[in-house]
């Protein structure tokens, strides 16, 4: 940085007095810090890196007492980044304030090939950090394992299921599976079949392979036990909310079974678990059942869950969970976003795959595309529905998807946006049962069919408005009332 940031970085931290996921303050007023070694790591191990600043008393409200020797302390430092596995390269800044030098380094976050970064006199078990807010907290085992099986590319989904045979594996669904990979494959189709189940990953040295498990076993949990969904429907907004008798779920299912069962299964479970609301569409009369959330977003973000969940030995007793509230889904699954994409490139950017045979296989029974649109898939039949755009969240090796239910109160708002009628002053005018046009004028509007369909029906979803003739909701004669 230069030396007016620097200076205006001093300004800052004595405004906001604290550290943060990208700063670290040091004292350093009689001596360089003895052990920098698990903020090195945890900063050279985010995307952003950080800054060290030197010379922050925080003890004393962090007072700028600066440091008792800026050229000694940047050569101290120095030495300990030498003492990281990879070296750590820190780029120095020394300023002048008040009589008092302030030194800072700033620590570049490095590539996730090279990750964990670590202390070599613990080694990387002991001496790999992440930072947590303003704390550098150990990494786990998972997390260390997940760069080592980045930077590997190990492919867990066709790790050996020791245990398993090919007659545990369904033989009508395993043999259409391998004719659908025969079809317009002449040099493939030659093959044995035996050699095929090599080739194509089903069989490793001939045992089976856990892809080939989840996808055609008669009964994967067996091998697995947490490789499964569990599913709640709460009868609140947290869980512990329990209902008006005392129950704490108003669902609760362990889905077991193969990939494409467990799939259908899961979206039975939301189906029964989510109010269904009728629509009629002024403009065509048309009828229209819309669910609390749009079915293809959910179907989109189970199969997420499915293929892109970390089959690690490290998470095979972590399974997916579905959890319904009374204002929102979440969908949760092990293993955060794998490779070099951040929950901000969701959608836009072509993501490394995890499980690349399972995806691959998944594609080939016609379940998946495998075409990286599943995301943007889930927003736009959001965007559909007039609802909040989802939340998606990756945090130390845990993914997160989040669909809001569109609440009364935000439907109103969205009606009214345009218009500075209240949605009190809409229910009181219609009172006296109203024709299309007198309905438009009221709220100055020149399309008939907009002010009804942007404004009306959705009270009428919500029963706040009726219709006189409901059997016929295009007749000239309609009227509205309240």
């Given at each position: 940085?230069?030396?007016?940031e620097f200076?205006?970085l001093l300004?800052q931290i004595?405004?906001?007095?604290?550290?943060t996921q990208?700063?670290e303050l040091k004292?350093?007023g009689s001596?360089?810090?003895k052990?920098l070694?698990?903020?090195l790591?945890s900063?050279s191990?985010?995307?952003d890196?950080?800054i060290?600043?030197?010379?922050?008393?925080e003890?004393?409200?962090y007072?700028?007492?600066?440091v008792?020797?800026?050229q000694d302390?940047q050569?101290?430092?120095n030495?300990?980044c030498l003492q990281m596995?990879?070296v750590?390269?820190?780029l120095m800044?020394?300023v002048?304030?008040?009589?008092?030098n302030?030194?800072a380094?700033?620590?570049?976050?490095?590539?996730?090939v090279e990750r964990?970064c670590?202390?070599?006199?613990?080694?990387s078990?002991k001496?790999?950090f992440?930072r947590?807010?303003d704390s550098?907290?150990?990494?786990?085992?998972y997390?260390?394992?997940?760069?080592e099986?980045?930077r590997?590319k190990y492919?867990?989904?066709?790790?050996s299921?020791q245990?398993?045979s090919l007659?545990a594996?369904?033989k009508e669904k395993?043999?259409?599976?391998?004719?659908k990979?025969?079809?317009g494959?002449?040099n493939?189709?030659s093959l044995?079949e035996?050699?095929?189940c090599?080739?194509?990953?089903?069989?490793?040295?001939?045992?089976v392979?856990?892809?080939?498990?989840?996808?055609f076993?008669l009964?994967?949990q067996?091998?697995?036990?947490?490789l499964c969904?569990?599913a709640?429907?709460?009868?609140?907004n947290e869980?512990g909310?329990v209902?008006?008798i005392g129950?704490?779920?108003?669902d609760?299912?362990?889905i077991e079974?193969?990939?494409?069962?467990?799939?259908?299964?899961?979206l039975?479970?939301?189906?029964?678990?989510?109010?269904?609301?009728?629509i009629i569409h002024?403009?065509?009369?048309?009828r229209?059942?819309?669910t609390d959330?749009?079915?293809?977003?959910?179907r989109?973000?189970l199969i997420?869950?499915?293929?892109h969940r970390d089959y690690?030995?490290?998470t095979?007793?972590m399974?997916?969970q579905?959890?319904m509230?009374e204002?929102r889904m979440?969908i949760?699954?092990?293993g955060?976003?794998y490779?070099?994409?951040?929950?901000d490139?969701l959608?836009?950017m072509?993501p490394d795959t995890?499980?690349?045979?399972?995806?691959a296989?998944?594609e080939?029974l016609?379940?998946?595309?495998?075409?990286?649109?599943?995301?943007?898939?889930?927003r736009?039949a959001f965007?559909?529905?007039?609802?909040?755009?989802?939340?998606?969240s990756?945090?130390?090796?845990h993914?997160a998807?989040?669909?809001?239910?569109?609440?009364?109160?935000?439907?109103?708002?969205n009606?009214?946006q345009d218009?500075s009628a209240?949605?009190?002053?809409?229910l009181?005018?219609?009172?006296?049962?109203?024709t299309?046009k007198?309905?438009?004028?009221?709220l100055g509007?020149s399309?008939?069919?907009?002010?009804?369909?942007?404004y009306?029906?959705?009270?009428v979803e919500?029963?706040?408005?009726?219709?006189t003739i409901?059997?016929?909701?295009?007749s000239?004669?309609?009227?509205y009332?309240s």
């Open positions: 940085m230069t030396s007016e200076y205006e300004n004595k405004k906001i007095k604290c550290e990208t700063l004292s350093a001596g360089c810090p052990r070694y698990d903020t790591s900063f191990n985010q995307d890196g950080g060290i600043v030197f010379g922050i008393d003890q004393n409200n007072a700028q007492s600066g008792y020797d800026a302390l050569k101290k430092v030495e300990q596995e990879p750590v390269r820190p800044t020394v002048e304030r008040d009589s008092k302030f030194v380094a700033e620590i570049p976050g490095m590539d996730l964990p670590y202390y070599k006199g613990q080694g078990l001496g790999s992440t947590i807010g550098d907290v150990p990494m786990t085992d997390e260390i394992y997940s760069y099986a980045f590997r492919q867990d989904d066709i790790r299921v245990r398993a007659s594996l369904h395993l043999a259409e599976y391998i004719r990979l025969q079809t494959k002449p493939l189709s044995p035996q050699e095929i090599e080739l194509m990953s089903i069989v490793r040295n001939g045992e392979t856990l892809s080939a498990a989840l996808l076993g009964y994967p067996a091998y697995f036990p947490q969904i569990t709640v429907a709460v009868p609140g869980l909310d209902g008006a129950e704490r779920f108003l609760n299912e362990r079974g193969s990939i494409p069962e467990m799939l259908e299964r899961a039975q479970f939301v189906r029964r678990n989510m109010k269904t609301k009728t002024s403009d065509t009369g048309r229209e059942d819309r959330y749009p079915m293809t977003a959910v989109e973000a997420n869950a499915l293929v690690s030995m490290h095979e007793g399974p997916i579905i959890l509230f204002d979440e949760h699954n092990p955060g976003i490779g070099r994409l951040r929950t490139q959608g836009k072509q995890r499980n690349p045979v399972l995806a296989a998944l080939a016609g379940i998946t595309e495998n075409r990286y649109s599943g995301i943007p898939t889930i736009r965007a559909e529905y007039g609802m909040r755009e989802p939340e998606f990756s945090k130390r090796g993914f998807v989040i669909f809001h239910k569109e609440t009364q109160t935000r439907r109103m708002a009606m009214l218009n209240n949605i009190y002053d809409l009181a005018f219609c009172r006296t049962p109203r299309r007198e309905i438009c004028d009221y509007l399309s008939m069919s907009y002010a009804i369909q942007i009306i029906m959705p009270l919500q029963g706040l408005i009726k219709l409901p059997d016929k909701p295009k000239p004669k309609q009227l009332y």
